[in-house]
Every structure is written in C-alpha cells, then in structure tokens.
C-alpha cells in the first residue's frame, strides 16, 4: 500500500525559506516521479513542481519557478521541496503525490497517490 | 498554457440521481490526458478517473469518464451518500499539469 508522508510544514513570514519533506514507503519510490501540489484554503488544487523518478528533470509552475527547488533523495525514499522568498500567496495545503509511471512516458503523469500535505502559512 | 473550466460549479442533487459534471479545455487535448478527481473536506484527492475513462482501482462502476477534443464529462450514475463531494478535472502531459476550478456535488 502507498504511503507518503509529508512534513515540514508550519509559519513562515514573507520573504522566508521552508523545507517540505515526503517520506514514501510500500511502494519502489526510485521507479516513480512525484509531484507537489498545494490547495490554499477553500480553494482549487493547484500543481507546483514535477520530478522524474531519478531526479534527471524536473518542472515548476510560473508562480513558483525561481522561488522553489523539487529533489528527491531515493537512498531515503525522500522527496523535497525547498521553497524560497515565500510570499502571502504561497498559503496552502501542499501535497507530496506519486504518478503512475517513472515520468517520461506522458500518459502516467498523472498522480495515483497522494498524501494527506502539509500546511504552509506565510505571515507577518 | 491549457486553462481548464468546469461546470456547474454546484450541482445539487437527491441520492439516486445522474450527475453529469463538465470539464472544458481551452484548446483540444488527448482524450488519454485526462483525469478525474474526488475531494472531500479535510481529505486528499482521490484518483477517480485516467487517461480520460479509465476507472482507478476499486473506483466503483457507477463513476464513467468520457469526451474528446476540448469537451469531457465525469458521470456518477446513481449518486450514493459517500458521492457529495468537490470533482476536479486535471490535464496531465509531460511538462505541464493544470486542474479545473472544481465541481461541488452537494445534497439537494
């Protein structure tokens, strides 16, 4: 069973830095990419950053490119995402979710499982 | 950027009815890039629907998937009580990942 665990969430004020962490487990977490999206409150989802299963590429949302990092470190079944100069708007719920596939193939982009996020609130 | 709408943005219906949830794409888009998203409050999104009309596992019968070009449907035959949830449509390719705004189903 899939299982992804995210953590580091918490309050930042703007212009701040924070660091999401996922721990997968019950699956092989170096044969999938991985996303993170996040859902402010009350709102829709929206994707953030993408990662092929070996960490060879990667992809960001507009709003964040610049601001944000996707890795992974498959010898800790771990997935990050380190974010940068926070802003208001970066308010949200961010989900750690795993596709069906490696990445390179764009028919499994689409994500299978996902974790139950982790809250990021920017304020002063 | 393919931009995604959908409607209505509530639908309110009875146990037992149809629901017909639309999803629109601003451009035509494979039929096979398409899936389909349930939430209920406090919880995750759950895989309903990929690649357009295929049925995640242990997703019941009564959820169909359908549509090409820029026009998409999610169908609920039937509605159950566990149904009354938020449904999202999602684009997915190689690069570039876009949801829709979200359909509330709520009882009526």
């Known amino acids: 069973q899939v299982h992804l665990v995210e953590s580091g969430g918490g309050v930042v004020q703007p212009g701040g830095s924070l660091r999401l962490s996922c721990v997968g487990s019950g699956f092989s977490f170096n044969d999938y990419g991985m996303h993170w999206v996040r859902q402010a409150p009350g709102k829709g989802l929206e994707w953030v950053a993408f990662?092929?299963?070996?960490?060879?590429?990667?992809y960001y949302a507009d709003s964040v490119k610049g601001r944000f990092t996707i890795s992974r470190d498959n010898s800790k079944n771990t997935l990050f995402l380190q974010m940068n100069s926070l802003r208001g708007e970066d308010t949200a719920v961010y989900y750690c979710?795993?596709?069906?596939?490696?990445?390179?193939?764009?028919?499994?982009?689409?994500?299978?499982?996902w974790g139950q996020g982790t809250l990021v609130t920017v304020s002063s | 950027e393919i931009v995604l709408t959908q409607s209505p943005g509530i639908l309110s219906l009875s146990p037992g009815e149809r629901a017909t949830l639309s999803c629109r794409a601003s451009q035509s888009i494979y039929s096979d890039s398409l899936a389909w998203y349930q939430q209920k409050p406090g919880q995750a999104p759950r895989l309903l629907i990929s690649g357009g009309a295929r049925r995640a596992t242990g997703i019941p019968d009564r959820f169909s998937g359908s549509g090409s070009g820029t026009v998409f449907t999610l169908t609920i035959d039937k509605l159950e009580p566990e149904d009354f949830a938020v449904y999202f449509c999602h684009h997915y390719d190689i690069s570039q990942f876009t949801y829709g705004p979200g359909t509330k189903v709520d009882v009526k």
């Open positions: 990662i092929w299963y070996d960490g060879s590429k990667n």
């Open positions: 979710a795993r596709i069906d596939g490696a990445g390179y193939y764009d028919k499994t982009t689409y994500i299978e499982s």
